[in-house]
């Protein structure tokens, strides 16, 4: 009720050297769409961050509002879409309004190793981008799931995961191990150094 929220287009947020993106579905309604930034304020961050930071890609476990002193290290996050839609549904016109932003933001990111889709859309927002580009001619050699893992033509490694949403990590869907295995993995393929050491590959 104290609040007076963002309520605009949510930018994305990180390392602009980053190795590793994060590519969400929207802005959280009372998350980020009150915050202004992606993952910050709700249930979804609640759970991402403490991964992340364990991981050793943010500086702190929690996520409350854009002034924080969260910073992340060779991680960025964005999303498919960047207003908060009706009913957390976007619409395949929201969709497509939205993709020339993504593509323009991946376009600086000119480290970028591995992409982590956080669900389906996000999935196939990544696939769709590389559509555009003309790197593969079809999603359909790509099939989304918890875990999977697809080199791309371009170099970049495509790795799915469940959607950290309270729907999934609430009935257990996802856990906070298997959202760890993941982060895990994408700091191996995007070889970053662990923390305490300086450089990368």
Known sequence: ????????????????????LILGLAPGAHGSNRTGRPF?????????YPVLHETGFASQSMARSR?????????????????????????????????????????????????VALGRIGF???LNLLRRA???KSRAPYEFGHGVEYGMPNGVILLGTYHPSMQNT????LTKEMFRRIFERARVLAGVEHEGHEGGV
Not at 40 to 48: A, L
């Open 67 to 115: 002034d924080d002193g969260m910073k992340l290290t060779d991680a960025y996050i964005t999303a498919a879409v960047r207003c908060a839609p009706p009913a957390n549904k976007p619409a395949p016109e929201e969709i497509a309004n939205c993709a020339h932003f993504l593509d323009a933001e991946l376009a600086l990111l000119k480290r970028l190793k591995v992409v």
């Open 40 to 48: 910050t304020g709700d249930g979804s961050g609640y759970f991402m």
């Open 124 to 126: 196939d927002a990544y």
């Open 170 to 173: 609430n009935t257990g869907k």
């Open 134 to 136: 003309e790197v593969i």
């Open 1 to 20: 009720m104290d609040w007076d929220y963002w309520a605009k287009p949510v930018p994305g947020f990180g390392d602009p050297d980053a190795r590793v």
